[in-house]
């Protein structure tokens, strides 16, 4: 079966821009999470949904930054204005039920570059 | 809060060697502790993962873990490397609760040399 799949790859976006980050998670996962990868860097936690409710955005570094799911599948990370700290990899990961034991199932992350 | 140190950034080991990844975290709850694999391009891959139970955890490619409360430290073994080895191996903690949101060390380069 597909894996957790995201898009785009790959985008450039000037300062200022306002960017969607799409995440398809494996099918009938009712958990999905957004991280950011800096370079060189471990991923950080930036939210988390449990079906279509977003339980914790506590990672979420600034009002520029939102996330939705609104059917409780397909999710998408939006970041108003961007800037240059926003260049990182934005990785999701979906689990098949909530609590820690479920394993989460990292998609290949889209890399996001702001010049 | 939970934190996890990765010490140093790169390691390199000859082919057939033993791999040693180390990793010290920090919980003020029983934590529950992961190791990932990030290959070039690709997304993270569960390696392995303790939560409760025996403190000796394999997992997938050989390679397996040991949970020491009183050293709070979860560290990555592997007997003898293959240059397939080569990756990114990042370790994680987690608590025990329903938001199970992972927390990072900053990842350990494993380089194989031939």
């Known amino acids: 079966g597909a894996g957790v799949s995201q898009s785009p790859r790959y985008k450039v976006a000037k300062r200022g821009q306002d960017v969607a980050l799409r995440c398809d998670p494996i099918?009938?996962?009712?958990?999905l999470f957004w991280y950011q990868q800096a370079l060189g860097q471990g991923p950080e936690f930036l939210t988390y949904?449990?079906?279509?409710?977003?339980?914790?955005k506590s990672g979420l570094p600034s009002d520029r930054f939102f996330a939705e799911r609104p059917e409780g599948s397909v999710s998408t990370l939006k970041i108003q204005r961007t800037q240059q700290e926003d260049s990182a990899v934005y990785l999701c990961?979906?689990?098949?039920?909530?609590?820690?034991?479920?394993?989460?199932?990292f998609g290949p992350g889209t890399r996001l570059t702001v010049t | 809060a939970q934190s996890v140190t990765q010490l140093g950034s790169h390691v390199s080991v000859s082919e057939g060697a033993l791999v040693l990844l180390r990793c010290n975290y920090s919980?003020?709850?029983?934590?529950?502790l992961f190791w990932y694999v990030q290959y070039p391009n690709q997304g993270l891959q569960l390696l392995l993962k303790?939560?409760?139970?025996?403190?000796l955890v394999k997992g997938i490619n050989g390679f397996e873990a040991e949970f020491k409360k009183s050293e709070t430290s979860f560290h990555l073994t592997k007997p003898s490397a293959h240059m397939s080895d080569a990756a990114e191996y990042f370790c994680a903690v987690s608590d025990s609760g329903a938001n199970s949101k992972l927390t990072f060390g900053k990842g350990i380069t494993l380089s194989v040399r031939p």
């Open positions: 919980s003020s709850v029983p934590p529950y």
């Open positions: 990961a979906s689990s098949l039920l909530w609590g820690t034991v479920n394993e989460q199932y």
């Open positions: 949904f449990q079906n279509e409710a977003q339980l914790d």
């Open positions: 303790y939560t409760t139970g025996a403190t």
């Open positions: 099918s009938g996962h009712v958990s």
